[in-house]
C-alpha cells in the first residue's frame, strides 16, 4: 500500500469509529428512559434530542472551517497560525455558547411552536432541554478541537473522545436514573458530565500532543484573519441550513404518505446514515489532506490523494450497493417485525441501491472543498441540488407519491457530487495546470 492510501486510511478509520459512536448518546438515553415505566419519557428523549440536534447541526461550521483553515496552516509549517485558528475558534463557539445560554428560554418557546407534543412530554423534554443546554460551551468546544485535531493529520484523539463521552454517559446516566431516582433529570445530567468529561479528554490530550505550541492570543482577532474565518464559515453555515432543510422535509412529507410509509422511510434512510458515517470518514480525510497539500503547495501530491480519495469511494460505494442488494432485507427484518412495514418497503428497495453511488461524489467533494476552503463551491452546489430536490418531488408526486420523494432525494445527492465535480475540477488550485 502506498504512502498516500495509508495516509487516507490512518485519518478515515479512526474517523468512521467516531461517526458510529455518535448516535450511541441518544441510544443509551433511549435504553434507560425506556425501563422507566412511562412512554412520556422516551417521547421527551426523542424530542429533547431532535431540539439539540437542530441547534448543534447549524453551528456545524466551527468543525468544518476549522478543519480546513487548519489544515492548511499545518501544510505551510505556520505554527502559530496554527495555535490561533484553535483559539479562534473556540473563542467563536464560547460566544455563540454564551448567547444559547442568555437565550434559552425563547429558543425552547420557539422549538415548541413547531413540535406538536403532548404536555406531559413537554414538561419533561423541558426539563432535559434546561438541563443539556450547559453543555453547549463544552459541546460547541469539543466541534473546534474536532475540526483543529483533523486539521493537524489527527483522527485518532476525536475517536478517543467519543469513546470517553459514551463511556462516562452510560456509567452517570445509569448512576443518576437507577442510584438517585433522578429519572428525566438524571439522564440529563449524565448527558451533560459526558459533554465536559469529552472536552477534558480533548484538553489532556491536547496537552499531552502539542505541548510544546506556544499559546498566545496575539493576532487571534487579526480582521483580515478573522474576515476569512467568518466568509468560510458563512458558506458552511448557509449550506447547512439547505442540507436541514432538504431533511426536515424529507421526513415530515413521508409523514404525510402515512404510518406506514413514515416508517419505510425511516428504516431505509437508517442504510442511508450507515453509508454516510464511512464516507465522511473518507471526506474527512479529503479535508485534511487537501488542506495539508494546498497549504504546502505540493500540487502532485494533493492530485494524487484526490484520485486515491476517489478509488476507496467509488469502490465502497460499490461494495455498499452489492451488501445492500444481498443483507438489505435481512437487515431491516432485524429493525422491525412488522411484516406490512417490510412488505411495503420492497418496492423502493431499488432507490437504497442507487444512493452509495449517486452520494459517493458528494461527501468526497464536500471533504476536498472544506480543505480546500473552496466552501462557495459546495454552497452553491448544495443550493442548486436542493432547488433540483424540491423541482423532482413536487413535478412527480402526483403520479409517483412516496417514489417521487426517493426520486428527489437520490437527484439531489447525484446534483451535488456533479456540480462539486465540474466547478472543483476547475479551480485554479486542482489544476493541472496550476
Known sequence: MNTIHRHILDIATPAIVSNITVPLLGLIDVAIVGHLGAAS???????????????????????????GLTAQAYGRNDRQEVIRLLLRSTGIGAG??????????????????????????QSLATRYFH????????TLGLYSFTGWFIGMQNSRFPMLVAIIQNL?????????????????????????IAQYAGLLTALCLWRRRYADYRLSWEGVWDRQQMQRFFLVNRDIFLRTLCLVAVMSFFTSTGAAFGDTLL???????????FFSYVMDGFAYAGEALTGKYIGAGDRPNLRLSIRALFQWGVSLSAVFTLVYWIGGSPFLSLLTDNEEVLLAAVPYFPWI?????????????????????????????????SVCFFILYYGGRAWW?????????????????????????????FSSEG
Open 41 to 67: 419519557y422516551i417521547g421527551a428523549i426523542a424530542v429533547g434530542g431532535m431540539l439539540f440536534n437542530m441547534i448543534y447541526w447549524i453551528f456545524g461550521f466551527l468543525r468544518m472551517g476549522t478543519s
Open 96 to 121: 455563540i455558547a454564551a448567547c444559547l445560554l442568555l437565550l434559552q428560554v425563547p429558543l425552547r418557546y420557539a422549538a415548541f411552536l413547531f413540535i406538536d407534543a403532548s404536555p406531559e412530554v
Open 131 to 138: 438541563i443539556c443546554i450547559w453543555g453547549a460551551p463544552a
Open 168 to 192: 462516562t454517559n452510560i456509567v452517570c446516566s445509569l448512576f443518576f436514573v437507577f442510584g438517585c431516582a433522578m429519572r428525566i433529570e438524571g439522564v440529563a445530567l449524565g448527558t451533560l
Open 263 to 273: 416508517a419505510v422511510n425511516t428504516l431505509l434512510m437508517q442504510l442511508f446514515t
Open 353 to 385: 441501491l442507487a444512493v452509495p453511488l449517486a452520494g459517493c461524489a458528494a461527501f468526497l467533494f464536500d471533504g476536498i472543498c472544506i480543505g480546500a476552503t473552496a466552501t462557495r463551491i459546495m454552497l452553491q452546489s448544495v443550493a442548486i441540488a
Open 401 to 429: 407519491g412516496n417514489h417521487a420523494l426517493w426520486l428527489a432525494f437520490v437527484g439531489y445527492l447525484a446534483v451535488r457530487g456533479i456540480l462539486q465535480a465540474r466547478w472543483s475540477l476547475r479551480w485554479k488550485a
